[in-house]
C-alpha cells in the first residue's frame, strides 16, 4: 500500500507555496516532493536543507551527486538511484563511467575517492565511522567542515531513500534498478580521468581556443536529399532520446518537412556534419527571421549525436551558424536547451545567456474528468459565444483573428530581444498553410464578443501521423477583454473538442514563460501538470563570440 500523494493542482496555503519553491529549487516536483507534502513540515525542512548545503555548502554538485547515487546504491532504493543518475549526468556534469563508479564507491581522483570511501563507511556502518577513517580523509585534503557535510548528505539521502521505499513512489525519473548493472558503463582508468582533467585544464586557461575535430567534416545544405533527411532524424532521435527522455522525437516525415518545406516569415540554413566514413554525427538549422520587427534576429537549432560530443563538432556547426549570422546582419542569436543541462552549459561556454525560463506542462485526457472539462466548456460568458475552425480561419474572421493575433506581443518574453511581429489577414492564412504543407493538422477555438471582434483564441497543432501528443501553439486574450475568465474558456474547449473529435490524442503539451502566472494558473486549473523545464538562450552578436 502507498503513501498518499498530494497534487499540487490542488495544493493550497504553505503547501501551494512549498510546491513552488519545489519547482524553483528543482526544475520540477518530483513524486517524492509531493509524498513529503503530506507533512508541510518535512517538504519544507528538506527544501531548506538542500537549498543550504548546495547554495552555501563546500562540496560541488559532482560531488553531493556521487554520495546520492552511493547512498541510494547502497539502500537499494531504485527511485533515488533513477534520480541521481538522471540528475548528475544530466545536470552536474558526472560522465556515465563516473556515475558508474560512485556507485560503487569509486573515484579516480583521490580526493573524491576519500569522500566516498567516507560515505560508504558512514552509510554502511550506520555513522560508526573509524579513526582509521577519518585519519585517512583528512589525509586527502578533507576539512573537519566537510567531513561533517559528507555524512549530513549521507543522512539526507538515507532519509529519502527510507522515505521512497516505506512509500512505494512510482519511479516519475528514466528507470535505473540497482540490480542493474550491465548497461552502465564501467569506471573509466586513472590515466584516462587524469588524461582528460589535463585536457580541461588546458582548455580552461587558453582563451577563445577551439578544440575542433580535424575528422568531420561541415556541409552546408541547399536542397536537402532523402539520405541527408535520414542523416538529419538519426541525430536528432539520438541527440533527443539522450536530453530529454520519456520526450517524443520528431519522426522522418515530420523531420523532412521541416528541412524542405517553407517557413513563416523567415528562411532557413542548414548545416551537417559527418565523420569522414560518411557517419552523421551532428545538424544544426539557422532560422533567419524576414518579417519586419523582426530582421535583427536569427535561431539556431543545434544537435550533436551524444556518442560524438565533447570533440568539437558542436564548435564547428555553431561556428558555421554564428558566421551566417553575421553575413546577413543578425544581432541576436537565441536558441532552447533543457535548464541547466549540457546544451544550456555548452551554449554559456560561448557568450549565449539565459534571457527565458520555460515550463513545459503536460494534459493527459484519459486522466482528466471529461464532464469537469465540459462544464467549463459549456458556461456562459455573457456577451460572448464560442466558435472554431481546423486549418484555415473563415474569412469572415481574419480581419479579427489577425487583429486578435496581436495580442500575442505583450507575452512575457524576459530579456530576450524577440521584436514583435504585425499580423493581418494575409498573414494568419499563410501561417495555417505553412501548418498544412507539413502534413499537420491545425485547431483553433475563438471567442468571439457580441461586437464581432475576437476576445481570445487557442491553437493546437496535431503533427504528422497523428501520434498521441499534440502541441499547443498560441493561446491569448485581447487585453480589453481579459478578466472574464476567456483563456480558460477556449482551452477547456478545446481539450473537449479534442476529446470527441480526436480519441487518439492522449496529451497536450504547452509551454509558458516562469512569469506568466496567469496563464499557469490557467494550464493548472485544467490539469497540466509541469514535467521538464528549458530555457531561452541569447548571443548578442555585437559582442566577440567565445569558442572555448
Known amino acids: 500500500m502507498s503513501l498518499h500523494t498530494v497534487e ?8 501551494a507555496a512549498l510546491f513552488t519553491a519545489t519547482h524553483q529549487a528543482l526544475g520540477v516536483i518530483p513524486n517524492l516532493a509531493r509524498v513529503m507534502a503530506n507533512s508541510p513540515a518535512v517538504l519544507k525542512g528538506y527544501l531548506g536543507v538542500v537549498t543550504t548545503l548546495s547554495t552555501e555548502g ?21 527511485y533515488c538511484l533513477s534520480v541521481h543518475a538522471f540528475r548528475g549526468t544530466r545536470t552536474a556534469g558526472l560522465s556515465a563511467a563516473e556515475a558508474t563508479g560512485a556507485r560503487r564507491g569509486k573515484a579516480d581522483d583521490p580526493w573524491a575517492a576519500a569522500v566516498l570511501e567516507l560515505a560508504a563507511s558512514a552509510v554502511r556502518d550506520r555513522g560508526t565511522v573509524a579513526d582509521e577513517q577519518l585519519t585517512a580523509a583528512r589525509s586527502a585534503g578533507l576539512s573537519d567542515g566537510q567531513i561533517v557535510e559528507v555524512i549530513a548528505h549521507v543522512a539526507l539521502n538515507v532519509f529519502t531513500n527510507y522515505l521512497a521505499t516505506a512509500a512505494r513512489i512510482e519511479v516519475d525519473w528514466p528507470l535505473v534498478r540497482h540490480t542493474d548493472w550491465t548497461n552502465t558503463p564501467s569506471a573509466p582508468s586513472a590515466t584516462s580521468v587524469r588524461s ?9 586557461s587558453t582563451t577563445k581556443a577551439v578544440t575542433l575535430p580535424t575528422s568531420v567534416h561541415v556541409k552546408p545544405l541547399q536542397h536537402v536529399s532523402a539520405a541527408e533527411a535520414i542523416a538529419w532524424h538519426q541525430v536528432v532521435q539520438a541527440s533527443t532520446a539522450h536530453d530529454l527522455p520519456g520526450v517524443p522525437a520528431p519522426d522522418l516525415g515530420q523531420i523532412q518537412a521541416q528541412l524542405t518545406r517553407p517557413a513563416l516569415g523567415s528562411r532557413r540554413l542548414m548545416w551537417l556534419a559527418t565523420r ?5 554525427v551532428g545538424v544544426a538549422a539557422l532560422r533567419v527571421f524576414t518579417s519586419p520587427g523582426q530582421e535583427h534576429l536569427a535561431e539556431v537549432d543545434l544537435h550533436v549525436d551524444p ?3 565533447r570533440l568539437g563538432t558542436g564548435s564547428l556547426l555553431l561556428s558555421a551558424a554564428v558566421a551566417a549570422c553575421r553575413a546577413e546582419n543578425r544581432r541576436s542569436l537565441i536558441a532552447t536547451a533543457p535548464a541547466d543541462g549540457p546544451g544550456e552549459a555548452f551554449s554559456g561556454r560561448r557568450g549565449f545567456r539565459r534571457a527565458l525560463a520555460l515550463s513545459h506542462l503536460l494534459l493527459r485526457l484519459d486522466d482528466t474528468d471529461g464532464a469537469a472539462l465540459l462544464r467549463i466548456a459549456e458556461a456562459e460568458h455573457a456577451g460572448y459565444r464560442l466558435t472554431g475552425w481546423t486549418g484555415t480561419v473563415p474569412d469572415g474572421l481574419a480581419d479579427s483573428f489577425a487583429a486578435a493575433k496581436n495580442a500575442m506581443n505583450d507575452a512575457p518574453v524576459g530579456d530576450l530581444d524577440y521584436g514583435s511581429v504585425a499580423w493581418d489577414a494575409d498573414r494568419v492564412r499563410a501561417m495555417a498553410a505553412v501548418v498544412a504543407d507539413r502534413g499537420n493538422t491545425l485547431l483553433t477555438v475563438a471567442a468571439v464578443h457580441d461586437s464581432g471582434a475576437m476576445a481570445g483564441y487557442t491553437e493546437i497543432v496535431i503533427p504528422h501521423g497523428a501520434p498521441p501528443r499534440v502541441q499547443q501553439y498560441d493561446t ?9 475568465g476567456l483563456g480558460l474558456w477556449v482551452k477547456a474547449a478545446m481539450a473537449s473538442r479534442l476529446r470527441a473529435e480526436h480519441p487518439g490524442v492522449v496529451e497536450i503539451e504547452t509551454d509558458n514563460a516562469d512569469d506568466n502566472v496567469h496563464m499557469l494558473a490557467v494550464n493548472h486549473r485544467l490539469g497540466f501538470r509541469s514535467y521538464r523545464r ?8 555585437d559582442l566577440d563570440l567565445d569558442l572555448d
Open 476 to 484: 491569448a486574450v485581447v487585453p480589453e477583454h481579459r478578466g472574464h
Open 307 to 309: 556518442a560524438h560530443r
Open 534 to 541: 528549458t530555457c531561452e538562450l541569447q548571443l548578442d552578436l
Open 276 to 280: 569522414t566514413d560518411g557517419v552523421p
Open 58 to 78: 563546500t562540496l560541488p554538485a559532482q560531488m553531493r551527486e556521487s554520495i546520492a547515487l552511493l547512498v541510494a546504491q547502497e539502500n537499494g532504493c531504485d
Open 196 to 204: 582528460a582533467a589535463r585536457n580541461r585544464r588546458t582548455t580552461d
Open 8 to 15: 499540487p493542482e490542488i495544493a493550497t496555503g504553505d503547501t
